[in-house]
């Protein structure tokens, strides 16, 4: 569970949505202050959604492969996005364990 601008997101496709909603506010000038992490802009937004959006494919796509939570979590199927997400939030692993958990 994660508090998005006072919107409470339960799920990966939750943030993804709530990311969505929030961009639609923005535009070049905005100032966009984070949780957690330094101050960004719609550009540093945008990019934040693109790597959500890689963690759910990624990770959906090794689950419908058959890969176990365990697996997901060993393996490195989110390495072409983990030196972005560069433990923003929460480590890695944590983050693979709630995006896959929270597939649908």
């Given at each position: ?46 990019e934040?959604l ?8 990624a ?6 492969d058959?890969?176990?939570l365990?697996?997901v979590?060993?393996?490195d199927v ?12 929460f480590?890695?692993?944590a983050?693979r364990?709630l995006?896959?958990?929270s597939?649908?």
């Amino acid at each position: 569970m994660v508090n998005f601008g006072g919107i409470i997101v339960r799920t990966i496709d939750g943030l993804i949505d709530a990311v969505k909603v929030a961009l639609t506010y923005c535009d070049d000038a905005t100032q966009v202050v984070p949780g957690h992490g330094p101050l960004t802009d719609k550009k540093g937004l945008e990019e934040y959604l693109g790597i959500m959006e890689g963690f759910r494919q990624a990770v959906a796509q090794a689950r419908a492969d058959g890969m176990t939570l365990e697996e997901v979590l060993s393996s490195d199927v989110t390495a072409e996005l983990d030196e972005k997400w560069d433990n923003k939030m929460f480590p890695t692993a944590a983050f693979r364990e709630l995006v896959y958990r929270s597939l649908p």
